[in-house]
């Protein structure tokens, strides 16, 4: 077990792919990449064709399906996060943690939650989810663009 961190919010969720170039080079690309400024604003974009993954309340969620759909069209696929909080930060601040997380743990946590995380250290997925606190993003603004892949905004 690792580092176990209770996080104060969701900075991003990412869902990243690899499309290859050709045999030897791949490129990686968003399907989606959501951001918040700070808990109250959503923003950021979802590829035209995936807008589906994203509901009106700034929820995201991959189904087993669409994954699979996923790894079939693309020479990788992977989930990243987020997570913010006053443990993530030698200080006392609040400082930022990146990481790839299982689909599972991605579709579990959304932006608004406060999160339990325990940080392992893998090179696939670098974080476990242990405890979930539920959070609500009414009253939230969302600004999320629906961009043509795979030329979406970088």
């Known amino acids: ?38 808990p109250g604003e959503i923003y950021g974009h979802v590829a035209k064709d995936h807008a589906e993954i994203v509901d009106a309340n700034g929820s995201v969620s991959v189904s087993e399906q669409r994954h699979q759909s996923f790894e079939a069209a693309y020479a990788g696929v992977r989930y990243a996060v987020s997570f913010c909080g006053g443990d993530l930060d030698s200080d006392g601040e609040t400082g930022c943690r990146g990481t790839n997380i299982s689909r599972e743990h991605f579709d579990e946590i959304q932006f608004g939650d406060s999160v339990a995380v325990d940080f392992d250290g893998t090179d696939e997925v670098a974080a476990t989810v242990t405890n979930v606190e539920s959070g609500s993003t009414d009253g939230w603004s969302f600004d999320i663009e629906t961009v043509e892949f795979p030329d979406e905004a970088e």
Do not use: C, P
Not at 4 to 10: A, L, V
Not at 14 to 32: G, P, Q, W
């Open 1 to 38: 077990m690792g580092n176990r961190t209770q996080t104060e919010y969701i900075q991003y969720k990412m869902v990243l792919v690899d499309l290859a170039t050709d045999e030897h080079h791949v490129s990686e690309r968003s399907l989606l990449r959501l951001w918040s400024r700070s």
